[in-house]
């Protein structure tokens, strides 16, 4: 495989781009919207679009659009079927951005008591690359969202953590959030988050520090 493409491959695998992205202790910006509408009793469906700004959030590197609809199977399983677009920072050509392909599939446990909320999502990705090698993703993700909330800004904490297993490399990443979910009306609501990230690199593990900002709008 031609040097160009084991680049984008590896830019597809989230792995650094233009030598500072990435790298141990980048400061970074993630920043999403969501739409969401329940569509039925066991159907909804959710529109997610995300900005990534690395190199301390001065460059956009990474950007998506995602639909998913999900089905609630049984009370404590969902189903979720989607489709990523994906457009990530060409390696070679500065400023201009490869399109990935990216089908979804996912299994989402959920649990509940006395207040506390747990989810456990299971998912495979699967990464279609133009000219290149494509590429298998499972991912996991335990959810915490705790009972407590703080009145006056109508704030819910919350604790997520999800480790990335690939094709041919084994476990590639780990994410750990800490955050809260802003209630600001029945429509609205939002997440402020910090975002703990240890990404495998050629050269070892390094760790970037993201702040996380998301509306989530249900109509």
Known sequence: MKRKYQLVLLMCLTLPLYGKVNQNKDFQV???W???KKLSEKWSTHLMTEYR???????MYLMFSQLTFSYAWMKWLSVIPGYRQRWSADPVHRG???PLYEPIFALTLHFEKNGWKLSDRNRVDYVIVDGGDDAWIYRNKFSLTSPWKMAKAKCVPYFEDEFFWVEKSGIAQNRVWIG?????S???SGKLSYLLRHLK???GWRHQ???GLQGIYTF
């Open 96 to 98: 201009a951005y490869v």
């Open 209 to 211: 520090n993201a702040l």
């Open 201 to 203: 690199l050629p050269r």
């Open 30 to 32: 993630w920043a999403s």
């Open 186 to 188: 029945d429509h609205f």
């Open 180 to 184: 809260g979910i802003f209630e600001f």
């Open 53 to 59: 700004y690395g190199h301390d959030a001065k460059e």
């Open 34 to 36: 969501i739409l969401q």
